[in-house]
């Protein structure tokens, strides 16, 4: 089992803070993917709310896409280790943002945001459905990369599909 001092921890987070240089801001953030990405009893320690909120922000503002693709990726791997966060995220993205990234995104961070849904539509979250069904653009966005040249994007777009299917069978009438 690996473990990070807490005051590793404290100091990373501190590190997404707005007040740091962004380079600083970035390789926190890295460091956090990775971690999230690698271990889960470590990764558990940069699920929270706080982190979340942090991320987005960078995910919101940064003009590096770099540096937007890793806080997108963090995101969804600390979405992975606490599922009750994907409200918060989603609503903080907003349904129209999430679609866009979806539709028009890089392929990492199409790849995270679909694990994310996904994630999601295995967990109890109400306004989910109508939220999905009411915007045009994510059911463009899922169906176009049923075509995509990734085998990845394109399996998770399935498996998409299948959770939106066992949800509620009025997807099954908007695929077709």
């Known amino acids: 089992m690996w473990e990070i001092p807490q005051a590793a921890i404290v100091t990373m987070i501190k590190c997404l ?8 801001r970035f390789y926190a953030c ?31 503002t940064t003009k590096n896409e770099v540096f937007k693709t890793s806080a997108a990726v963090s995101i969804s791997h600390i979405c992975k280790l ?17 679609s866009s990234a979806l539709l028009d995104g890089p392929p990492r961070i199409q790849q995270a945001f679909i694990t994310m849904l996904n994630i999601a539509l295995t967990q109890p ?29 394109r399996g998770k777009c399935l ?18």
């Open 125 to 153: 979250y109400a306004k989910l459905n109508d939220t999905l069904q009411d915007d045009e653009n994510f059911i463009l966005a899922i169906s176009k990369m049923l075509e995509n040249s990734s085998i990845v994007l």
């Open 82 to 98: 606490n599922t009750t966060l994907f409200p918060t995220i989603f609503e903080s993205l907003t349904c129209k943002q999430f």
């Open 17 to 24: 803070g707005v007040g740091e240089e962004e380079t600083v």
């Open 30 to 60: 890295k460091t956090i993917e990775n971690i999230t990405a690698q271990s889960i009893s470590a990764g558990c320690n940069f699920a929270t709310l706080e982190v979340a909120t942090l991320l987005l922000n960078i995910y919101h």
């Open 159 to 176: 498996l998409t599909f299948l959770l939106l299917f066992k949800m509620n069978m009025h997807w099954f009438v908007i695929a077709i």
